[in-house]
């Protein structure tokens, strides 16, 4: 997404939180925005498509974010996969997506809760992806049905908490408790108790869900226009070039990448450049992961 587009995309968001989605207009988007009508019908052809043009960057966001807190860690720390919970969860809550999400839910709107609905499944997706890494490959076939019961947990205890005012609840001592149950349900699954999910309809409706992808184009442009900055120092544009090299090989190398970003970061560390080495960093671990 352009940055131009992205900025729409803010705006809208900001709009559907403070108005409500039902009464935000695509008048009121293009003027928060300071667009013309013709360039928002030339990114979306509906206020639908631009909501899904919101769920889409958010997801993507997320998945850098994700990718950043992974970056030298070991993937199979349990307590990393709780903070990257517990921090998607907090920016979600705080940009107010989740109250975009319940207007959607409790809308007539079958074209929009199919947009949730992606969205919700391709988190699960993720989710059972890194409860996989966490817990073993003898967990892959069930994974899916664990993140649904860890999601399903997580979503009515934040219910409940808001039903009996419990207003000091924190998302991370919630993830790590749940986790902790996880850790029995998941022990029961591997060790012969039964799905409840078929893992083949699972595996055939997973595939219908199309997920976004960083091409290798795109990467490569993101890290030239980094590295044009000209107050770089010789380490700092070497280590740029290094990892250029690696993501310009047909087959980069998992291991050759992790320790090049973790030198990425290390050099950027306490300047000015940080956050966009960051955006980087995380774009190139996501590229990586789902090349």
């Known amino acids: 997404m352009n940055k131009r587009k992205k900025m729409v995309v803010d705006h809208a968001l900001s709009l559907f939180v403070e108005k409500g989605l039902q009464q935000t207009s695509i008048q009121d988007i293009i003027e928060r925005a ?15 498509e631009c909501v899904e043009g919101v769920l889409e960057q958010a997801r993507y966001d997320a998945a850098l974010t994700r990718a950043e807190l992974m970056i030298g860690k070991n993937s199979q720390d349990i307590d990393i996969l709780i903070e990257q919970i517990t921090v998607i969860s907090s920016i979600n809550r705080n940009l107010g997506l989740d109250v975009v999400f319940e207007e959607i839910l409790h809308s007539g709107d079958m074209e929009l809760k199919k947009v949730v609905l992606k969205y919700r499944v391709l988190e699960l997706d993720w989710l059972a992806e890194r409860l996989t890494e966490v817990f073993g490959e003898e967990l892959r076939e069930n994974a ?6 860890f999601a399903g947990m997580m979503q009515h205890i934040v219910f409940m908490s808001k039903l009996i005012h419990q207003n000091t609840l924190e998302m991370k001592n919630v993830a790590t408790s749940i986790m902790n149950y996880m850790k029995v349900i998941v022990e029961m699954m591997i060790h012969g108790q039964n799905p409840i999910l078929d893992y083949q309809n699972i595996t055939v409706f997973r595939a219908s869900i199309n997920k976004h992808h960083i091409e290798k184009k795109d990467l490569l442009q993101q890290i030239d226009k980094f590295s044009a900055n000209s107050d ?20 980069p190398r998992e291991s050759v990448t992790n320790a090049l970003l973790q030198a990425f970061i290390n050099e950027f560390k306490s300047t000015p450049f940080i956050r966009s080495a960051k955006e980087v960093s995380s774009m190139v671990w996501y590229y990586m992961k789902h090349k």
């Open 34 to 48: 300071g667009i013309s009508k013709g360039t928002f019908y030339n990114y979306f052809s509906s206020k639908n």
């Open 144 to 149: 899916f049905e664990a993140a649904v019961l």
């Open 232 to 251: 770089f120092t010789k380490a700092q544009k070497d280590i740029i070039d290094a990892i250029k090299y690696e993501m310009e090989l047909e087959e």
